[in-house]
């Protein structure tokens, strides 16, 4: 049978990638939105002219109720989840000092809260399977830091501890737990930049340019297809962070 994919926050960005080119290596895939409905019924559409069949499932994953929704409605149709994409995340810009209890909660929430119940709830039936591969979606900003971004770090470098962890505690039932740190890539979490500053970060980049989905999504295959690399934090970002 088939592999099956999550990817949450699917609809857009570089989840949108990771849904179109997994289904197009024949994954089931079940794309997670919450606000974005219109568009991930664009990509269901989209990809149906090409013959090709995914699943959305409108979830806010930063609520255990609604991630554990998420992972029975998969489970009783499919009967299995192979993949997990923690992809969802939100961008926070803010000087420290202008951080608020309620803008450190949401972005912890959303980044880091919704990794851990949604991971949580999909380990279950992994562990039983003995098989698994789940795939976290951190950043730079969690290997070097980002000026105005501290909690949104905080968030990505917690994404990362937990990777390694997990990695330790779920190795001997063959599930494989990695992290993928992008550079600055080309999507809505970065329509704010202006065009000097696009350009800016492609001058201090060594392959002079931005990154599209599609990268992010090759390293999404090629680890799926993998056996042997777990508690790895792989940063796809032009040379951008060299460690
Ligand atoms: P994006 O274009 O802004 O898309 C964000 C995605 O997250 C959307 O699909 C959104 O879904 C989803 N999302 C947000 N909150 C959610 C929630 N509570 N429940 C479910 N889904 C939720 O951002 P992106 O650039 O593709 O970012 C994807 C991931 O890569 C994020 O974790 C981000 O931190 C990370 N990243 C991005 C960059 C970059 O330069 N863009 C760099 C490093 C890391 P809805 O629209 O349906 O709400």
């Known amino acids: 049978m088939e592999k099956v994919a999550i990817v949450t926050g699917g ?3 570089i989840g949108r990638a990771i849904v179109e080119d997994l289904a197009r290596k024949g994954i089931k ?3 997670n939105y919450n606000q974005s409905e219109e568009k991930a019924k664009g990509l269901r559409e989209n990809l149906e002219k090409e013959n090709i069949f995914i699943d959305i499932f409108k979830a806010d994953v930063s609520k255990r109720k609604e991630a554990k929704d998420m992972i029975e ?6 009967g299995k989840i192979d993949i997990l994409i923690n992809n969802a995340g939100i961008n926070q810009e803010k000087m420290f000092q202008d951080i608020t209890d309620e803008d450190w909660d949401n972005v912890m929430k959303v980044n880091l809260y919704s990794v851990f119940c949604t991971t949580q709830e999909v380990i279950s039936y992994m562990i039983k399977q003995k098989n ?4 976290n979606i951190s950043s730079i900003y969690g290997i070097n830091g980002g000026s105005c971004a501290v909690a949104y770090s905080a968030t990505k470098a917690g994404i990362d501890g937990m990777t390694k962890a997990l990695a330790k505690e779920l190795g001997p039932s063959n599930i494989r737990v990695n992290s993928i740190a992008p550079g600055c890539m080309n999507t809505d979490m970065n329509a704010y930049l202006t065009e000097e500053e696009w350009n800016e970060i492609k001058e201090e980049t060594p392959l002079e340019k931005i990154g599209e989905g599609i990268d992010i999504a090759k390293c999404v295959e090629w680890l799926i297809e993998d056996n042997f690399t777990t508690g790895q934090v792989i940063s796809i970002n032009g040379g951008l962070v060299i460690t």
């Open 132 to 135: 698994g591969c789940i795939i």
């Open 11 to 13: 609809s857009r960005g």
């Open 29 to 31: 895939v079940i794309a």
């Open 73 to 78: 409605y998969v489970i009783k149709k499919y």
